[in-house]
Every structure is written in structure tokens, then in C-alpha cells.
């Protein structure tokens, strides 16, 4: 493959294969608290971060986390105390985040619109190896605590009331979601961007559900599709000159109706052998099968033995 001669291009290599498994880690978490869409709301407020690294001539990677992490904890904030009015507060913040980006890119020494483009729908050759640099130490991050913390986080992200009576820091690992969805969004946001990573957190984890009925089969087949959409697509934008955020999107949105038509067949096939065995049980058992199984149990003299 000649594309791996070039050094941009295994640096995007290397940053779509740790997008791929980050953000269905922590997606799955979003889809079991029915946050689908809060790594879109992140994404807004992480171009106030983007266009502040513009501004102070530093790494918009690190000032996006750093902005996001801080968004993040503000949404569940409002998620707690909010009541009525929390839907608005989050729509002003995601809105206000996207204003802030474009107004603070503006700002600063020669800053244009062109250069939030890279941020907010993914760019392949612009992926520095300072961005690598920064992508693998947040990935890590990301994946420490969505697989060494998985049972607690997967019990908050299904019954809070649960967790909270067996003793868990239910807010504690509430906050946690949020700030890992936080980096993984500024993580994603060179390969993906930051208007489509949230497609990427949750539509591997909802084609992967039209399969696997466990939590562990769910994560893995989720973070394999991860994988394959974001190096094909990687690749695919690389050889037809398309964007690679949009092509890595459709291709899981495919993966998701592929599956989908998949699983169809094999849902009914498992709901009539579920009908099969539920008459069988209901089923009496003919009387003289009773007897025999009855004389059978008492050995070899039946009934009459010793």
C-alpha cells in the first residue's frame, strides 16, 4: 500500500485507530444513560478551545481538552440542579461554545474560518506529529478508565438508584463519563472533527446491539467496527480525495443497516425457538410417560422392587 510511504499519512493511520477504539468506549456509556447526543454538545463547546489555541499561539489540542473537560463538567452540573430550565442552559452553552470558537479564530494573528474547518470536520494531511503526540496520551487516558472502571460505569450508566444503594460514587463516576467523553471528542476531532465525532461515539454501539445481547459482546463488536470505519475511511479519503470525517461516518451508518438487516432473521428465529421451548414446557406429560418415568426412577423392580 503505497499510502503508509508517506509520513502524514501513517500519523493518520496511527490517530484513526486510537479514534476508532476510544470513541465507542465511551460511547457505549453515552447510549446506556441515553446521552447519545452529548458528544455533539461537547463538540460545540471545544471549538471555544480550538479557537483560543488559535489566539494564544498554542496547541489547540490541549486548550480543547482543557475547555471541553471544563464544558463537560458544566452539563452534568446542569444535568443535576438544572430541573426545567436545564435544556436551555445546555442550549446556550452549546451554542455560545460554537459562537466563541469562530469569534476567537477570528481574533487571532492571522486567523480565518479556513483554519477551524480542519477542527470541525477532520483533516488528514494536518494531523502533526505533535497532535499524535497528544491523541495517544489522551486515548490512553480514555481507555485506562473505560475498561479498568467498566463495571462500575456500566452499573451507574444502567440504574443510578442501584448503584447509589450498593455503595458507589454515583457522581464521582457520572463526572468521569462526562470528562472522558470530553477528551475523547478533542481526541477524535482531527480525524473525525468536531461536528461528526459524536456519529462515531454512538453508531457503532447501536449497530453493534442489533447483535450481541451482553454488555461485553456489545463493547467488543463496537470498538472492532470503531476500528474498521476509521482506518477504511481513512484510507478511502486518501485514494478518492473525499473528507475523512464524513467518509468514516457513512461507512458505520452502512455497518449499522448492514447489521440491522442481519439481525433481523436471526431475532425472529430466536423469538420463535424462544415460543418453541415456552410450549414445551407448558406441554403436560402423557400419563403413562409418567408412570414409566416413575418405575424407571425406582430401578430395575419398578414399584414392586425392594
Same mark, same amino acid.
Given at each position: 500500500? %503505497? ?15 486510537? *479514534? ?19 458528544? %455533539? $454538545?461537547? $463538540?460545540? &463547546? ?8 488559535? #489566539?494564544?499561539?498554542?496547541?489547540? +489540542? ?6 471541553? +473537560? ?20 445546555? =442550549?446556550? #452553552? ?19 474560518? =479556513? $483554519?477551524? /474547518?480542519?477542527?470541525?470536520?477532520? @483533516?488528514? @494531511?494536518?494531523?502533526?506529529? @505533535?497532535? +499524535? ?8 487516558? +480514555? ?12 452499573? *451507574? ?9 450498593? $455503595? ?11 470528562? /472522558?467523553?470530553?477528551? /475523547?471528542?478533542? &481526541?477524535?476531532?482531527? &480525524? *473525525? ?33 470503531? &476500528? ?54 407448558? /406441554?403436560?406429560?402423557?400419563? %403413562? ?18
Amino acid at each position: 500500500m %503505497d499510502l503508509l510511504n508517506y509520513a502524514f499519512m501513517q500519523r493518520a493511520l496511527l490517530a484513526a485507530v486510537l *479514534v476508532g477504539l476510544t470513541a465507542p468506549a465511551v460511547g457505549i456509556y453515552l447510549v446506556q444513560r441515553r446521552q447519545a447526543l452529548m458528544g %455533539d $454538545g461537547i $463538540g460545540h &463547546v471545544a471549538m471555544t478551545g480550538v479557537g483560543l489555541g488559535f #489566539l494564544l499561539n498554542s496547541s489547540p +489540542v490541549w486548550v480543547a481538552t482543557l475547555v471541553a +473537560v471544563a464544558g463537560s463538567v458544566l452539563m452534568e452540573l446542569i444535568r443535576w440542579y438544572g430541573k426545567a430550565r436545564g435544556d436551555i442552559a445546555l =442550549a446556550m #452553552l452549546f451554542y455560545g461554545g460554537m459562537a466563541g470558537g469562530v469569534l476567537l479564530t477570528a481574533l487571532a494573528p492571522g486567523g480565518t474560518n =479556513a $483554519g477551524l /474547518t480542519t477542527y470541525l470536520f477532520g @483533516s488528514l @494531511s494536518t494531523v502533526s506529529s @505533535s497532535d +499524535v503526540t497528544a491523541i495517544c496520551v489522551l486515548a490512553a487516558l +480514555v481507555l485506562l478508565v473505560t475498561v479498568g472502571l467498566r463495571r462500575q460505569l456500566f452499573a *451507574v450508566s444502567q440504574d443510578e438508584e442501584f448503584a447509589r444503594v450498593t $455503595g458507589l460514587p454515583v457522581r464521582a463516576l457520572n463526572l468521569l463519563v462526562a470528562v /472522558t467523553a470530553a477528551v /475523547t471528542v478533542t &481526541v477524535a476531532m482531527r &480525524v *473525525v472533527g468536531l461536528l461528526l465525532v459524536s456519529a462515531l461515539m454512538v453508531v457503532p454501539v447501536a449497530a453493534a446491539q442489533q447483535l450481541a445481547r451482553s454488555f461485553a459482546a456489545t463493547f467488543a463488536i463496537a470498538v472492532a467496527l470503531g &476500528v474498521a470505519a476509521t482506518l477504511g475511511g481513512t484510507t478511502v479519503s486518501y485514494y478518492n480525495d473525499v473528507p475523512p470525517g464524513a467518509t468514516i461516518v457513512l461507512l458505520t451508518i452502512g455497518a449499522f443497516v448492514l447489521l440491522t438487516a442481519l439481525a433481523t432473521p436471526l431475532a425472529r428465529r430466536r423469538a420463535a425457538a424462544g415460543a418453541r421451548r415456552a410450549r414445551d414446557v407448558r /406441554t403436560p406429560v402423557p400419563q %403413562d410417560e409418567a408412570e414409566y418415568d416413575l418405575t424407571a426412577s425406582e430401578g430395575p423392580a419398578g414399584r414392586h422392587g425392594p
